[in-house]
């Protein structure tokens, strides 16, 4: 079982920055893959940005460029570092975490992430 706690939301204006953080624990040796992904009211969840244990990430088209995932392995916890945000980006984001490179994962709570001015 893994337990995510996510941290950083908030209410920023277009332009601005925010950082998400996102622990996991358990009992779980080491997590392969770990990523935030968002989703809107009505709309599927989608994926903005992964990173493996090895470093290889992932990130959505409408992120690149601005986006930044980072993880520290040694404190089970990944970052997103969000920059010149966009009106565009307000939704609910949400850390995901895999043991294994298949599978759904588990699921953290979830944090608001509003850019308005």
């Known amino acids: 079982q893994v337990q995510l706690v996510e941290s950083g939301g908030g209410l920023v204006q277009p332009g601005e920055s925010l950082r998400l953080s996102c622990a996991a624990s358990?009992?779980?040796?080491?997590?392969?893959?770990m990523g935030w992904y968002r989703q809107a009211p009505g709309k599927q969840r989608e994926l903005v940005a992964t990173?493996?244990?090895?470093?290889?990430?992932n990130y959505a088209v409408p992120v690149k460029g601005r986006f930044t995932i980072s993880r520290d392995n040694a404190k089970n916890t990944v970052y997103l570092q969000m920059n010149s945000l966009k009106p565009e980006d307000t939704t609910t984001y949400y850390c995901n975490a895999k043991l294994r490179s298949y599978g759904e994962g588990y699921w953290g709570q979830g944090t608001q992430v509003t850019v308005s001015s």
């Open positions: 358990g009992s779980f040796s080491s997590l392969y893959t």
């Open positions: 990173m493996t244990r090895g470093g290889t990430t």
